[in-house]
Structures are given as structure tokens and as C-alpha cells.
């Protein structure tokens, strides 16, 4: 038989305790919220907010683009098409106009919702619906345009992001490039840059899709941005609803940019996304910052955590 373990005395005079007041916490009274008063102002809501987890890192991530800014240090936006789909648009293009973002690089379905917000004024469709009949993304307009467009553009020597901004701009069958990110990079000259999977949009189906010239404008964005990302060093890198495309992009571009000598550290990196993603967790924000920098992670819905962040931005900056 197994020797029973020794009976526990009672009392317990020999367990070891200390005073409370010895003890380092990581949360005082000092970091707790404030319910919030009708008729405040945005500041004294921020005012409300506890100073733990995610709100005190949504601050950190927008004191960094502060900083970076005032330090003339660049901004760079990567995202998927879905920050478009959900509104966010003029959001974006107001950041550039008021030289916050500096540089945006792009997944390849952000042309298509784009363009069609600017030429139609609405975008995205039922693709289970469509699928059935196979009839998922073959717009007419968006195939034909959109296509002619890359390709006049890049035989006249741009990349695919400067092609269709130019294309949106003076094109006048666009019912309002006001709303358009790529158009209002081609007019205020901020870098935007397109990085295309081949299959992977819903131009590519279409008969006008040139892949010599998809892939060459393409070639030319990813050389844009490792141009950019050469001067990263104390700025911030936001990767904003992108799984896979920009995650890979940003760091075989970081990579080229410093494999060229250029000494790119000392930046942070935000990640903004509805759940953690394994390529965007290591190759936003762990890998690139491993010498030195930080990185943050925003979980939560694009068309609540951006609009948030911008704003926290607009209010902060003159407190940095």
C-alpha cells in the first residue's frame, strides 16, 4: 500500500503571509473608469476610460502616431478591402489630407470596393448567392474598367495603386472621386501601393485581366514600398484587416530595406483586426520588432476600433 501523505496540521501556523500593503499590484484605484455624464465632450470621455488592457493600449497606439508625426517620422497604413466595405473611407482619406497617413499599401480587392463606391456609389455583393449561378463578381463595369485601367496605367510606367488613383481621378464616367482612397493619394502625392495574389480578385476572372501587367504593377508597389519603408525608423507601421496579403508583403519588404543597409528599427507596429491571426501576430507585430520597438495589438470590429483610434489621435495631439 502507498504510504498516505501527511495529514495537514490545523491550525496553520506555518504558512508564510506578508502585509498587503508589501505586495506589487497591477491595478490601483488610479486606473479605474468613470461612468460617463450626457452631454460630455469627447475628451471626458476619454477622460472615462480605465487605463488597463486595451483602452490604455488604444491611447499608446495613438500617442505613437502622434509622436511619429511630430518627429516627421512616417505613418503607414496596410489593409484588406474590408475597411472600405465597412465605411471607413473617408476616415482614411481625411488622415492623409491631414498628413497623418503618409504612405498606404493595399490588398488587390481594394480596387474593386474602391472603384465601385466612386463609380456607383455602392459595393460588395452576395457572393454565396451569386456563386450559386456563377455570376460572383462579373460586373461588367468593374471587369472592363478596372482592368483597362490597370493596364493603360502600368505601360505608361506607374504601379497598380498610382494607376487606378489616376484612372479614378480623371475619369469622367466616375460619378464621385471624392470617396475615393486611391484618387485622393494620386492628388496629395501619398504613396499608395497594391500587392495582388493572381487569382485571388475578382478582376482576374474577367477576359481583360493582362497578368503581364497585373504582375509588373504590381512588382513596382512592392518596390515602392520597401522604398518607403526605408524611412520607417521612429515611425509606425498600422496593419488594419489583414490576415495574410499585407503581413507577408510588409516584411519581405522591412526585410529587403534593411538587407540594402538601411537601418530600419525603432518603430511600433499596430495590428487591428476582429480575432488574432497568426501571420499578423508574427509578421506585424513580433518579428519586426524584435531588436527594438513595440508593437500593439487592438482586437475588435474595424468600423468601431478605427474610427476610435483616429479620433483618440485628433484629441491627443496637442497633449504629445
Do not use: W
Amino acid at each position: 500500500m502507498r504510504d498516505k501523505p501527511p495529514a495537514v496540521d490545523r491550525p496553520l501556523t506555518d504558512v508564510k503571509r506578508y502585509s498587503l500593503s508589501a505586495r506589487s499590484s497591477k491595478v490601483n484605484i488610479c486606473q479605474q473608469g468613470k461612468p460617463f455624464s450626457r452631454g460630455g465632450s469627447f475628451r471626458d470621455f476619454l477622460d472615462t476610460m480605465p487605463e488597463v488592457l486595451a483602452a490604455s493600449e488604444l491611447k499608446k497606439a495613438a500617442r505613437a502616431i502622434i509622436e511619429a508625426r511630430a518627429a516627421d517620422r512616417p505613418v503607414i497604413l496596410g489593409m484588406g478591402a474590408h475597411p472600405i466595405k465597412v465605411g471607413l473611407s473617408p476616415i482614411i482619406i481625411d488622415l492623409m489630407k491631414k498628413g497623418i497617413i503618409t504612405a498606404i499599401a493595399t490588398s488587390g480587392a481594394s480596387i474593386v470596393h474602391d472603384f465601385e463606391m466612386a463609380f456607383m456609389g455602392c459595393t460588395s455583393e452576395d457572393v454565396a448567392g451569386e456563386l450559386c449561378h456563377g455570376t460572383f463578381g462579373m460586373a461588367l463595369e468593374t471587369g472592363i474598367m478596372l482592368n483597362t485601367a490597370i493596364s493603360d496605367g502600368v505601360r505608361g510606367g506607374l504601379g497598380l495603386g498610382s494607376a487606378i488613383g489616376d484612372f479614378i481621378l480623371n475619369d469622367n464616367r466616375i460619378k464621385d472621386a471624392s470617396v475615393s482612397i486611391f484618387a485622393a493619394a494620386v492628388d496629395l502625392n501619398v504613396p499608395i501601393t497594391v500587392h495582388v495574389a493572381v487569382g485571388t480578385d475578382i478582376l482576374h476572372m474577367h477576359p481583360e485581366a493582362n497578368g503581364s501587367d497585373i504582375g509588373e504593377g504590381s512588382m513596382r508597389d512592392f518596390r515602392t514600398l520597401a522604398s518607403v519603408i526605408t524611412t520607417l525608423a521612429g515611425g509606425v507601421f498600422i496593419n488594419l484587416g489583414s490576415a495574410v496579403i499585407i503581413p507577408e508583403v510588409f516584411l519581405k519588404a522591412l526585410n529587403l530595406a534593411r538587407n540594402i543597409g538601411h537601418r530600419v528599427e525603432g518603430f511600433t507596429t499596430i495590428n487591428m483586426d476582429f480575432i488574432r491571426q497568426y501571420r499578423a501576430e508574427v509578421n506585424v507585430l513580433k518579428r519586426p520588432t524584435a531588436n527594438s520597438g513595440s508593437a500593439i495589438s487592438l482586437i475588435g470590429h474595424h468600423e468601431v476600433m478605427f474610427p476610435m483610434l483616429c479620433a483618440i489621435v485628433s484629441e491627443m495631439k496637442d497633449d504629445c
